[in-house]
């Protein structure tokens, strides 16, 4: 079956401080990939999303970026932390017309 | 592009009474239709899903959903509710094109919480 694990499950760092949230996929192979953060009583707000290695979209300008450096692995950093980056960030893969699974998310404190 | 919109934020709901969360969406072509389910500090989980064939679609802990194309719809249902149901529920539609990313796109959530 398709897994996605995430990690860590919770984090907290200072403002200024750099981020690196990590997510691989197994139990499949070219899946798209995506990162969503859910804000306290929100929805999921989708960040970025890869169709491939290497391909990066992003969906809303932020203080975030996002690299694919191989098919299962999807990365989401920040040079410098801000204080809006908190919240709880999902990873989730699907392969073409069929559902999405997700990781457990990590949850993110900037203090 | 898609859009959800998912009627109650807050669905307070007796043990064993059944309950409907309301889903609309907004599309301009074919869509899919699922709906998730997320616990406390976890990850989201597939409850049901519509890609093709009868627009009732059974899934998992006893919930249904009927996708109405006209209605622009997908609610979700369940008969007779349990305490262990309480949790938040998402409705999510993406697209279906073959070489687009198929995104999904979620509306904001409905908690439901079950009472003895």
């Known amino acids: 079956s398709q897994t996605i694990h995430q990690w860590p499950a919770t984090l907290v760092q200072p403002v200024g401080s750099p981020l690196s949230l990590e997510c691989t996929v197994e139990g499949t192979s070219n899946p798209n990939l995506y990162w969503y953060r859910q804000a306290a009583g929100r929805g999921l707000q989708l960040l970025f999303y890869s169709v491939g290695i290497g391909q990066i979209s992003s969906e809303v300008p932020q203080n975030l970026s996002a690299s694919r450096p191989q098919d299962r692995q999807f990365i989401l950093s920040s040079k410098k932390l801000l204080l809006s980056d908190s919240g709880f960030y999902l990873c989730a893969g699907r392969r073409r017309d069929t559902e999405a699974f997700f990781g457990q998310g990590t949850r993110l404190t900037v203090v | 592009a898609q859009s959800v919109t998912q009627l109650d934020s807050q669905v307070p709901v007796f043990e064993e009474a059944p309950v409907e969360l309301r889903c609309n969406y907004s599309?301009?072509?074919?869509?899919?239709l699922f709906w998730y389910v997320q616990y406390p500090n976890q990850g989201l989980q597939l409850l049901l899903k519509?890609?093709?064939?009868?627009?009732l679609v059974k899934g998992i802990n006893g919930f249904e959903a009927e996708f109405n194309k006209s209605q622009t719809s997908f609610h979700l249902r369940k008969p007779s509710v349990h305490i262990s149901d309480t949790a938040e529920y998402f409705c999510a539609v993406s697209d279906q094109f073959i070489r687009g990313a198929q995104k999904l796109v979620f509306g904001q959530g409905t908690r439901l919480t079950i009472n003895p």
């Open positions: 599309s301009s072509v074919s869509v899919y």
């Open positions: 519509y890609l093709s064939g009868s627009t």
